[in-house]
């Protein structure tokens, strides 16, 4: 079932192959949105076939687990409201004069090698493959992030390829001493990086040089995750980004290069105990939450306000992980879904309001409710699912990760994060309700919807609901991942 | 090749290729800093080349070629035509660092290299693992030209002398990674270093010049 096993990579490849050939059609769009739910189609038939197994396919290069799975549900379902949201998007910025047609085609092509890099990476059995995927994601997305060619985008472009190919290069010297370390362990050269090999040779490799890759891989991956101190790329990027870009790489992005990080840590906590990195994922959390909810207070620019939300909930992540029960990493992984498909409600809306201002400033804009429902009711809820109010999803894992905190004996973790939760809630309240309340202003522009952007919201708002009232099968399979993942009970 | 001169091209290819760094952070004119990279990327081909024909490793030769194609001559032309034929453009600012304080504080980053990578060479004292802090100085003086320099040419020139260093390292301390990884990082860094070279051409169009310094809209 090797096939199985590849089609999440080579379906968004075959997209992109086909927009290279035809140029941005509608068309080529909708093939990537099909390519985008054929990921997510592979994620339900994979994740009813393993159970709490792994398979591996392309002589183990590859792998597919409960983590596989989880994560491809998340690539697939932002991914499908993506890229279909994109459709109307780029029309509209084609006939606003913001991109031209090969600025179109290009995004056409680029948008499924991204889907496609990010599959690799969390299908990726040899952790060297996952680097590499991991880069790829970098590479793909330069041209997105600066799609507009503004001087802003410019900007934004340049730091977000540095930053983050320096963050990622060390990572790619933590995997080259592990490596290093795993070959002394007494692994054979060929198979030393993949995952199962590691795990197996985990408990004798040498304490030092591990401490010092495993610090360096905390600190790439986290660059990417958008992890201090390498996160300044991100408010800048996910800013100057086309809106559903943005949706990808604070939905889905992020996530996958803290799953990586996830892999990691049951290698290293194997080797070293839980003490180093839960040190390492503590500090890095807390900081992350500090910096945002501090610049979430003073924010005056909506899509920069929703990019620290993401390194807030990022933060919050980390410092889940960093409990590392299998009630923490359980609710960790509901976490990063329902965080995915709510960030992706407010970016694709964000997107719409940003199109007919031409400006993402806060002040500018007024009475979004009143102006037009789809959007204004579709940023609220997913404004509501990401400060974690129930009945959406985020309360619930928010509620078991404060358990799991407290159960760990981290109350001091659980006290700071708490605290900077709440600042961060009132900073999103007071700006989410100065945009969407209120009179519009009577010189208003209208707030155009094409129709394959109101069928993304409104599916994602469905989505959004049916998480909050169950996560139904999906309970088990984040359980199953977290004892996979060798967290404690 | 016996064992004392396997040693000592080994140490030679370390000490030029950390050398390379040193007077990278020392001139200022872009293309001389270019044209050291092109030395840099010699230095470590040597070091996959020396340790291939002493294993009698017929891959990692192959490696060794690919990686001089690529670190000495494809990248650095690459980088070359990005440099701008205005006189401003060619040479790097007025530095953040002056030059002296530069070559002290590259000292100081090689006594740390020394210090940083003690466990590597206990847990393996082989004449390569010997040569790594050679390689962990590339990457600290590299992250320092990063952070310290002002034209974007710089900067990239600053990545791939991290990635240069991360290279070293990984062919020293265990001849180099699984070839699947090698081929997938290697295209990697030329993807990168295309966009870097690319998004510097824009910059020159849009900001009319590659300072760094100009991308201040960004900012909270």
Redesign the interface.
Known sequence: MNTLLLLPILAPLAAAAFAAAVGWRRLSAFVTVLAALSVLMTAVVLGSQIGSGARFGVGH?LRADALTVTMLIVIGTVGTLATWASVGYINAELAHGHTDERGANLYGVLVPIFLAAMSLAVLAN?I??M??AI??T??AT??LV?HR?T??A??????Y??IC??GI?LA??G???L???S??AGAS??T??NIDVLLAHATRL?P??T??AAGLLLLGYGAKAGLVPFHTWL??AH??SPAPVSALMSGVLLSVAFSALLRVKSVVDLALGAGFLRAGLLIVGLLTMLIAAS?LV??TDFK?MLAYSSMENMGLVAVAAAAGTKLAIAALLLHVLAHGIGKTLVFLAAGQLQAAHDSTAISDITGVLARSRLIGGAFVVGLAVLLGLPPFAMFASELSISRALASAHLEWALGAALLLVVIAFAALVRNGSRMLLGPPDPGAPTIAVPRSVAGALVTGVTLSVALGLTAGPLTQLFRTAATMLGATP | MNQATYTGVLDLAAGAFLLAAVLIVWRRELRAIVRMLAAQGVALATIPLTVGMYQKDAALVVVGVVVLLLRAVVLPLLLARAVGTEDHERRESTPLVNTTASLLITAGLTVLAYA?T???I???PSPATRAVPAAFAV?LIA?FV?VSRRR?LS?AVG?MM??NG?AA??FL??SG??L??EL??S??VL??VL??GL?TG??RR??GGTD?DQ????R?
């Open positions: 290069l040899n060297g493959l680097w590499v880069e790829a970098t590479v330069a041209f600066g060619r001087r802003a410019l900007e934004a472009t340049w730091k390829v540095v190919s320096v290069a790619f010297l995997t080259v001493l490596y290093f370390a070959l002394h050269s060929g030393t990086l040498d030092n040089v401490h010092l408010a800048d800013s100057q610049l003073v924010q920069r | 940083v003690r466990p590597i206990d847990l393996d990457i992250v990063m974007a900067q990545f991290l990635d991360i390292t990984a301390i265990t990674v699984p699947i990884v997938g990082a295209l990697d993807f990168a966009v870097l998004l824009h910059m849009t900001f760094l991308l201040r809209e960004l909270d």
